[in-house]
């Protein structure tokens, strides 16, 4: 997106409010008037864990999905300016979309793997996971040593170039082959 890496992960949270499936419509809220999308790998963690070495976290992996992190981008920039958390501009109801999950068993090299979204059929993200800042075992390596990783969480592992604004209307497709696709409607 521009930025310039940081020497550590940047980490927010959403609630489980936020999550919805696979065809479930992404809602703009009345206090936004830029919504972004950002297409994302998702690692479903499979057992408890603090401090978890590099060298062992994708033990810790039990599946890799598809998800769509939406941001209201006029909130997160005003949240940055001002220092404050970015709760608000991350956490919104219908703020992670989230695929099926594949047993991580099944897929051979989670750092290789295409990943793109369209919106109306005109591709505007597209990727590869080999070219993610942080590597998935380096993220949950990092988280583990900030909180405990619970049997349940999800990580959103970050999104590549193009992301954009969504209106309402525009019908956005999530894919990572092998892994799944995600369609919804902005409303």
Do not use: C
Not at 30 to 43: A, F, I, P, R
Not at 115 to 137: A, E
Not at 162 to 175: I, K, M, N, S, T
């Amino acid at each position: 997106m521009g930025g310039v890496p940081q020497k550590e992960p940047i980490i927010f949270l959403k609630p489980t409010s936020a999550i919805i499936e696979n065809g479930q419509n992404i809602v703009i809220p009345k206090m936004s008037n830029n919504v972004h999308h950002e297409v994302e790998l998702t690692v479903l963690i499979g057992k408890q864990g603090k401090n978890i070495p590099q060298s062992e976290a994708l033990n810790y992996v039990a599946g890799y999905g598809v998800g769509l992190d939406m941001t209201m981008r006029d909130k997160q920039s005003e949240a940055k300016k001002a220092g404050n958390p970015w709760a608000v501009s991350k956490g919104f109801d219908t703020s992670a979309a989230l695929s099926p999950f594949i047993e991580a068993s099944n897929i051979s090299n989670p750092q290789d793997l295409e990943i793109k979204l369209t919106v109306n059929g005109t591709v505007r993200q597209h990727s590869n996971t080999k070219k993610m800042i942080y590597t998935i075992d380096v993220l949950i390596s990092y988280l583990s040593s900030v909180f405990t990783l619970e049997e349940g969480d999800i990580i959103y592992t970050g999104t590549p170039e193009g992301v954009a604004q969504v209106l309402p209307g525009d019908v956005l497709q999530a894919e990572i082959p092998g892994i799944g696709t995600l369609q919804h409607t902005v409303r």
